[in-house]
């Protein structure tokens, strides 16, 4: 986008200069009078002066446009982003308490087998090895 905004410039600096130059020689090689020629020339350099701040009117106006474009599509991808960052969280949190509980029911099943092993075989928790 910056190369493209610069090689405009560079276009319509080349464009209004080249046009001053081509008018300018076009003038003094002309059958007129000196008074006639500087009239003229003062008159095409407004011309071509106004039309060089009516295309870079235009070229400001196209660069806030695609800027304000540019801003939007920001914006719209920030805002997907959160969105996506919100719903990745509330799937963490719902896996993570899924865990939690079936390591629970799994933590309690094992209580319970310990303890009914502890009675069929007459044991102590005490004689349960710690690696159960």
């Known amino acids: ?19 001053l130059i081509g008018f300018a020689v076009g003038m003094l090689f002309a059958p007129q ?3 006639e020629t500087r009239e003229q020339i003062k008159a ?7 039309q060089a701040t009516q295309r870079a009117d235009e070229a400001r106006v ?3 446009n695609i800027l304000a474009d540019a801003k939007s599509k ?23 308490e899924e865990k939690q509980q079936q390591l ?3 933590l309690k099943h094992s209580g319970e087998v310990v303890e009914e092993a502890a ?8 004689e349960v090895p710690a690696e159960v």
Do not use: P, W
């Not at 095409?44 to 106004?50: R, V």
């Not at 959160?82 to 993570?96: C, G, V, Y």
């Not at 009675?119 to 102590?124: A, C």
């Open 1 to 19: 986008m910056s190369n493209q905004e610069s090689s405009f410039g560079a276009f319509l600096a080349g464009f209004f200069v080249g046009g």
């Open 62 to 64: 196209r660069a806030e």
């Open 44 to 50: 095409k350099s407004i011309e071509l002066s106004e």
């Open 33 to 35: 009078t000196g008074e």
């Open 74 to 96: 920001l914006d719209e991808a920030t805002h997907d982003l959160q969105t996506r960052a919100k719903e990745l969280q509330e799937q963490s949190k719902a896996m993570i």
């Open 119 to 126: 009675q069929t075989e007459s044991i102590t928790l005490e």
């Open 104 to 106: 629970g029911a799994k």
